[in-house]
């Protein structure tokens, strides 16, 4: 199992960033998919979870109507649109199997997002 994440980057307050995660080595389209963010000093936080085919989306409270999970199996990918980016979510941002707070599968290196002027 590999996730790798990419995408990241630095951007201005109410920038926009796309990010990506490639799969492989599971059956990508069988399984929930996450995305997961760290900002420097805390703990993991859950920011939205994918069903496996993209019929059931849920995103946590600060990032709903900004960001937007998406998935391609095609593709083996799953992405995270984010658009009017706040000072407060610059983090880590890393991709997980499985809904949230129900993980498997080893993490990726993660994805930095920083939002400064």
């Known amino acids: 199992v590999q996730l790798v994440e990419s995408g990241g980057g630095l951007v201005q307050p109410g920038g926009s960033l796309r990010l990506s995660c490639a799969a492989s080595?599971?059956?990508?389209?069988?399984?929930?998919m996450s995305w997961v963010r760290q900002a420097p000093g805390k703990g993991l936080e859950w920011v939205s979870d994918?069903?496996?085919?993209?019929?059931?989306?849920h995103y946590v409270d600060s990032v709903k109507g900004r960001f937007t999970i998406s998935r391609d199996n095609a593709k083996n990918t799953l992405y995270l649109q984010m658009t009017s980016l706040k000072p407060e979510d610059p983090a880590l941002y890393y991709c997980?199997?499985?809904?949230?707070?129900?993980?498997?599968?080893?993490w990726g290196q993660g994805t930095q997002v920083t939002v400064s002027s």
């Open positions: 994918i069903n496996s085919d993209g019929g059931r989306i």
């Open positions: 080595g599971f059956i990508f389209s069988s399984y929930y």
């Open positions: 997980a199997r499985g809904p949230r707070g129900y993980y498997s599968g080893p």
